[in-house]
């Protein structure tokens, strides 16, 4: 008689969130290398999560996360399915940011969920 065996699915989520210029630079990596990291030695038995939660980056930071975004998507083609979710949320006044997420998702083929945000009655709160 065979034995069953159940693999629990663990979900993990990492976030991307602020605004990251040339100086960000090494908390951007940082940030992804962690995200790449669980998605290869994990492979199928984790969900895992990326909000990337941007208020600002730079031309240096969009250049580093397209170069992170082509490497996941290669470590998911290996792995034959993708196990990875990436939620980009933007301002709904920020074209440049909405426009750089469907950039990385026709050049990677990876997974994204656009959530637009009103970001106007959070500065207001910050101010108060």
Request: with cysteine.
């Amino acid at each position: 008689m065979g034995n069953l065996v159940q693999m629990k699915t663990k979900i993990t989520q990492h976030e991307l969130k602020g605004a990251f210029v040339c100086t960000s630079l090494r908390e951007v990596s940082d940030i992804m290398c962690d995200y790449y990291c669980d998605l290869a030695e994990m492979k199928h038995q984790v969900a895992t999560t990326l909000v990337c939660d941007l208020l600002f980056i730079d031309t240096r930071v969009k250049m580093l996360l397209v170069k992170y975004f082509k490497a996941i998507s290669k470590l998911e083609s290996r792995n034959y399915t993708p196990s990875s979710q990436i939620i980009w949320r933007y301002d709904f006044n920020d074209e440049g940011l909405e426009e750089f997420g469907e950039i990385l998702q026709e050049m990677t083929g990876l997974s994204f969920v656009f959530v637009e945000v009103d970001r106007s009655d959070e500065h207001f709160l910050a101010a108060v």
